[in-house]
């Protein structure tokens, strides 16, 4: 966190790079990743049949034909439903607060003295470390789970957003200064919005912190969800049930990081140019 | 407030009494043993309506001085007063316009938006169709009015610098503080810039007070009415009349050369 040079976020790098709207020229670079993927599967089944048993390394073949029941009778999508709902619930609550106490440390040496050492501290505690804790606060019902999503979302995120709220060039806030810009105003209309690359690149971060963590937290103390769906496939042993949720998982996870992608490089054009 | 109607330069009439004072200033860096001093016992005063370049090398102290007329830094001794108050701290009242234009602007508001978000926080009381006029005027007299939907990214680097100085004069402040704003330009713009900038500033009604900084003795010489020298670890070391040279024929004039000449033996000839 004291190390600018390290804490550079290379995930907004591509995006600032990359001129808005060159979609089109893409094309080439869709088919290397669908041909990486297809590479990945075929390695995969290949693997699973000849390499290893199949009763502990299930091939894709076998998990589509797992997946197919389980989407179809046994309300697979509800249960994506209800963990896509927790992930997006914590997420928005921890990328505010990260946004908020990010920008205040970032900018305020005061603040940074107050709430920088006990945030520090913090950091070390993952959300797994967290789940007795937030039993016992929260219970067994949604809140513990909206929690330790909350919890990973903004140490992810604030670490990030910080560097960005420090890494303002001076003549940009001796700008707002000049032309008369209180305190609050600069904080608000100028550290913001120039802290929005580092933003953007801290909340992609958090995305996959948070889908890391709704899997724990659903674990041990839920009766729905992913996570659920886990145990109860762990308890009978049914590796190919464990391999069709870690997928679908996986899927999610990579969908979600495409769409926050696109939607931040659309919606947020004009702050990621420089 | 501005009025774009050009008056010859021998019009006009500096009032007698003086914008900025700065008395018996030092400005030191760190502490015990380590401390490093800028300047010291600096004392200037900057008359109302005119155009001051200092000039000198960098590390001369020049930048420091502004800074300290902008209320960025302090003085560690002596004291600053504009328009009577003691300054400490930033106004727009002694506005900056700053050498790099793209940290300066504000990349995610379009051009005509830069000025105007300048105006409403530098005049909060000031009623929207005001605001809106003051924005106009001065795009209007850089030559940006047809590019104020722009973002700054889509201008060159003579325009970015341009609409940082069409934010300035839209506010109208009661100095102009000039950090070396063509610094980072190409010759042919800064030549251009500079004389745009003279023809804005004979344009005003009453003149602006402006303090420019440069370490191009040329420049200082044929934008300033006034030209103040400074060396590295001196401080002040020349303090010259220039307003006989006016921008288009400056250097063809006669006294411009030994000018010129004076102030690079001033500076010694190592130092530029």
Known sequence: MTDRRAQTPAATAPERARPAGAWRGRSGHVMAIVGSLVFFVVCWQLASTFLFNEKLL?????????????????????????????????????????????????????????????????????????????????????????FLIFWATFLFAVVTIIQGAKTIPQTRLRSAQTIGASSWTALWRVVLPSSVPFIVGGLRTAVAASFMSIIPAELLAAQSGLGYLLSQATITMDTPRVFVILTVFGLLGFLTDWVFRLVTSLALRRYLTT | MLTMVARPPEQSTTSPD?????????????????????????????????????????????????????????????????????????????????????????????????????????????????RKEATRRALTLVGLWEHRGKTPAQLSGGMQQRLQLARALAIDPGVLLMDEPFGALDAQTRETLSAELVRIWQGTQPRKTIVFIT????????????????????????????????????????????????????LGRGAL
């Open chain 1, 58 to 146: 299930p091939g894709p073949v076998t998990i589509f034909q797992t997946a197919v029941p389980m989407f179809v009778d046994e309300g697979l999508v509800d249960h994506i439903m209800i963990s896509l709902d927790r992930v997006v619930i914590g997420f928005v609550l921890g990328g505010v607060v990260a946004i908020v106490v990010g920008l205040l440390i970032g900018r305020i040496r005061l603040f940074d003295a107050l709430v920088g050492p006990p945030l520090q501290f913090l950091r070390f505690l993952s959300p797994t470390a967290l789940i007795p804790v937030a039993i016992i606060w929260f219970g067994i019902a949604e809140a513990s789970k909206v």
């Open chain 2, 18 to 130: 003086d914008v900025v004072e700065i008395r018996s200033v030092s400005k030191r860096y760190g502490r015990g043993a380590r401390v490093t001093s800028v300047f010291e016992d600096l004392s200037l005063d900057i008359r109302r309506g005119s155009f001051t370049t200092v000039v000198g090398p960098s590390g001369c102290g020049k930048s420091t001085l502004l800074n300290l007329l902008g209320g960025f830094e302090a003085p560690t001794e002596g004291r600053i007063v504009f328009e009577g108050a003691e300054v400490s701290a930033p106004a727009p009242d002694r506005l900056m316009v700053f050498q790099g234009a793209p940290a300066a602007l504000f990349p995610w508001l379009s051009a005509g938006r830069n000025v105007e978000f300048g105006v409403s926080q530098a005049h909060r009381k000031w009623p929207a169709a005001q």
């Open chain 2, 215 to 266: 370490h191009d003795i040329d420049e200082a010489i044929r934008l300033g009415t006034r030209v103040v020298v400074m060396a590295p670890e001196k401080g002040i070391v020349g303090d010259f009349d220039a307003e006989r040279f006016g921008f288009d024929d400056g250097i063809e004039q006669a006294g411009y050369g030994e000018l010129r000449s004076t102030v690079r033996e001033l």
